[in-house]
């Protein structure tokens, strides 16, 4: 699931990037951020977040169509749901529809969002974006998640220990 997550941002930026030049005919020159000979991976990476959260915003503003708002679901969808098209365990085939669908359902949402639209939502997520982290929300989680091994353990544990006990005959 890592390697997928992985694959998908790098092909996104790779797109992005090309739309950014100008070199995928149909698609926009996406305007913003530094030059992209000086912009780093990481920025490339912050810019997708933010886009993926304003995507996530516009999709609820009453002002982006009905048919930009279906798409935009769709592909969120299609991105956070375990099913796919082509199952991941098939060779090569199970990921490229992953490097592929989802990369390009983004430019298309970000390409039906109106441009005035999409530049509130963007400057919204980056306020989103810079707010504080939950440490303590954090630990709640990582508490909730060791709780549930420990007890996993005794449940294994107990149930070891009735599978090899003094009433089984050998």
Known sequence: MVFYRIACFSVFVILFDCCRKGRLSGYP??????????MTWRE???NLKRDMVAIALAVRDPRVPWYAKAVGA???AYALS????IPDFVPVLGYLDDLVLV????????RLIPA?????????????AERPGSRAGAVAVI?????????????LGNWLDFLGGPGVRN
């Open 74 to 76: 769709c592909v969120v």
């Open 82 to 85: 375990p099913i796919d098209l």
């Open 116 to 128: 005035e639209v999409l530049a509130e939502h963007r400057a919204a997520a980056s306020a989103i």
């Open 103 to 110: 990369p390009l359902g983004l430019l298309l949402v970000l």
């Open 44 to 46: 490339r990476v912050r």
């Open 143 to 155: 508490v909730v998640w060791l709780a549930a091994a420990l007890l996993l353990a005794i449940w």
């Open 29 to 38: 020159r996406l305007g913003g951020g530094r030059d992209e000979q000086t």
